[in-house]
């Protein structure tokens, strides 16, 4: 018992029990439940591919997301689920800036004469060619699936990719990671084929979530548009929030997950969506009521 969960030794049955086990055997009349996001994330924040973690396939994910449900329901409960976020809008993805690599005109020139014969051949490929200028660049990464790979499988960080925020950015500024001398290593980076996979995975997740919340007539909160809605940016309470790392007020400084103030937020869309099916007048929280981030 001494490996085990502290907080989750206080309630379980036995050794052996499980966390949904104990829930279904507790026969509650009402649950919440918010469960994939992990499934997606995990893959991500490792780097895609290279991270030595996976995404859940979705026909694993069916069948553990219904066999909750379904424990959870047998007693006639209700309750409510919530679908899956958008992992690309948030800053542990968005913060550090692809184009980061600085070079004055000799140095621009200089790297553009490197790469002339690295960018003829990489033509024959459809790739995009290494173009450098001066001013602040596209900092260039490994790819070991790129399929002109002569100089050992690096190129340049194209929009729309991402640098994770593991990435140690003193070795951006001082040990010249980013350039071709040290091209940052791929477990670093989440690029587009990966992010295809991320965005299939949350779409068929949370297709299921919502034909599953239908189907037993349950509530669904939407955790995707809230979470998308912060890019453009909300007020409550008369505070401004958006997804900026740190200064945004809704992520904790890890970049992923919600501090108080946005786990309230979170907690009013899981209220707002209960009134709405069941007719319920449970009150918001107050948002200001609940710590921010705390600036280091």
């Not at 969960?5 to 052996?16: D, I």
């Not at 553990?64 to 309750?79: D, E, F, R, T």
């Not at 070991?144 to 929009?159: C, M």
């Not at 007048?281 to 107050?286: D, G, L, T, Y």
Request: charged fraction near 15%.
């Amino acid at each position: 018992l001494g490996n085990l969960n502290p907080y989750y030794g206080r309630f379980m049955a036995s050794a052996s029990s499980s966390l949904i086990g104990e829930a279904v055997a507790a026969s509650p009349t009402f649950f919440t439940l918010w469960l994939g996001t992990d499934d997606v994330m995990q893959y991500a924040i490792k780097g895609g591919d290279t991270g030595g973690d996976s995404i859940t396939p979705i026909s694993i994910f069916r069948q553990a997301m219904s066999g909750v449900v379904s424990g959870l329901i047998s007693n006639g409960a209700k309750g409510v689920l919530a679908n899956i976020p958008d992992i690309s809008v948030m800053p542990y993805f968005t913060t550090i800036p692809i184009k980061g690599l600085p070079l004055d005109a000799a140095k621009a020139a200089q790297l553009n004469g490197m790469f002339a014969t690295y960018n003829a051949g990489a033509a024959a490929y459809g790739v995009p060619p290494m173009q450098f200028q001066e001013g602040a660049n596209y900092w260039i990464i490994e790819d070991n699936n790129f399929p002109y790979d002569s100089l050992g499988g690096l190129r340049q960080i194209r929009p729309g990719e991402f640098l994770t925020l593991k990435l140690p950015q003193d070795s951006l500024k001082c040990a010249l990671w980013g350039s071709p001398l040290k091209p940052i290593p791929a477990n670093f980076v989440v690029d587009a084929g990966e992010i295809l996979k991320i965005k299939a995975a949350t779409l068929q997740f949370n297709e299921f979530i919502s034909g599953l919340a239908s189907e037993q007539g349950l509530a669904l909160v939407d955790i995707y548009s809230l979470f998308n809605s912060l890019s453009a940016g909300l007020v409550y309470d008369g505070i401004k929030f958006n997804s900026v790392f740190v200064q945004g007020g809704f992520y904790s400084l890890d970049g992923l997950h919600p501090n108080p103030r946005g786990n309230a937020i979170i907690a009013n869309s899981f209220i707002d969506a209960i009134n709405g099916m069941y007719g319920c007048k449970i009150p918001s929280v107050k948002v200001s009521d609940f710590p921010g981030t705390t600036f280091p």
